[in-house]
Antibody, heavy 123, light 107 residues
């Protein structure tokens, strides 16, 4: 059964770069069928797609975050990474990783999701 | 526009049927996927596409689409269905979109 687990610092200072890792187990991160995504949720608010990455290097980023986001994959470690630069308090959120299918198809969906990790931006 | 709009809150009596809707221009071209999120938990996929229910999701959850509106229907709502529900789709550039979420209360 595919499982995803996010990890990283729970506190980041303003203007610094947020870096998170998602470890994938029970399946291959090099699958030709799926993308791998980061999604976030500010406390008490809705979901926001950050971006998705295909093992070959193809990426899709949320236009509103594109200038600050880098998503990459380390296939040797079966890990997906997120880097978000120049963070502010508005970037405080629970960050989820998820498997993403159908990114350019008629139907797109995210399944499964990791449990999420809370990142607070504060000095 | 690249937005998905949901009613903020909906309520349903125990055992009755409820429809949660999602509106957006992209839904005229692409199907929606639906996620259930309970407090403190990660979202869970409950329905996607024209007619797809993930393994383990009760068959009281169903989806439909008409024009620019997608709907998630719960037939015979149970107390455990009380949660936030989010729709998701994509735009022509492959960007993924989420609706603002609907809080479902089961009375």
């Amino acid at each position: 059964q595919l499982q995803l687990q996010e990890s990283g610092p729970g506190l980041v200072k303003p203007s610094e770069t947020l870096t998170l890792t998602c470890t994938v187990s029970g399946g291959s991160i090099s699958s030709t069928t799926y993308y791998w995504a980061w999604i976030r949720q500010p406390p008490g608010k809705g979901l926001e797609w950050i971006g998705s990455f295909y093992y070959s290097g193809s990426t899709y980023y949320n236009p509103s975050l594109k200038s600050r986001v880098t998503i990459s994959v380390d296939t040797s470690k079966s890990q997906l990474s997120l880097m978000l630069s120049s963070v502010t308090a508005a970037d405080t959120a629970v960050y989820y990783c998820a498997r993403h299918r159908g990114i350019v198809a008629a139907t797109t969906w995210f399944d499964p999701w990791g449990q999420g990790t809370l990142v607070t931006v504060s000095s | 526009s690249s937005e998905l709009t949901q009613d903020p809150a909906v309520s349903v009596a125990l055992g009755q049927t409820v429809r949660i809707t999602c509106q957006g221009d992209s839904l005229g071209t692409y199907y929606a996927s639906w996620y259930q999120q309970k407090p403190g938990q990660a979202p869970l996929l409950v329905f996607y596409g024209k007619n797809n229910r993930p393994s383990g999701i009760p068959d009281r959850f169903s989806g439909s689409s008409s024009g620019n509106t997608a709907s998630l229907t719960i037939t015979g709502a149970q107390a455990e269905d009380e949660a936030d529900y989010y729709c998701n789709s994509r735009d022509t550039n492959g960007n993924s979109l989420f609706g603002g979420g609907t809080k479902l209360t089961v009375l």
